[in-house]
């Protein structure tokens, strides 16, 4: 994948660009093309509670259900 980046600062991804035989129309105030070779995703990293929460938790949990009954 290319991205190209124009004379006025703005950028435009450009996946048909062909390197060896690029579009004038395309290359027309070029100022530079970046090849990207990865693709980074966000990644969501879900950590457990401390003990204290978790146990805190339960209690109060254990706590409802027994006014339930």
């Given at each position: 994948?290319?991205?190209?980046k124009?004379l006025?600062g703005?950028?435009?991804e450009?996946?048909?660009?062909?390197p060896?035989?690029?579009?004038?129309?395309?290359?027309q105030?070029?100022?530079?093309?970046?090849?990207?070779g990865?693709?980074?995703i966000p990644v969501i990293?879900?950590?457990?509670k401390?003990?204290?929460?978790?146990?805190?938790?339960?209690?109060?949990?254990t706590?409802?259900?027994?006014?339930k009954?």
């Amino acid at each position: 994948m290319f991205i190209i980046k124009y004379l006025d600062g703005s950028l435009k991804e450009a996946p048909e660009l062909d390197p060896n035989n690029p579009d004038r129309q395309l290359m027309q105030d070029v100022d530079t093309v970046y090849q990207i070779g990865k693709e980074l995703i966000p990644v969501i990293v879900l950590k457990p509670k401390p003990k204290e929460d978790r146990d805190r938790i339960v209690k109060e949990a254990t706590a409802a259900r027994a006014k339930k009954n």
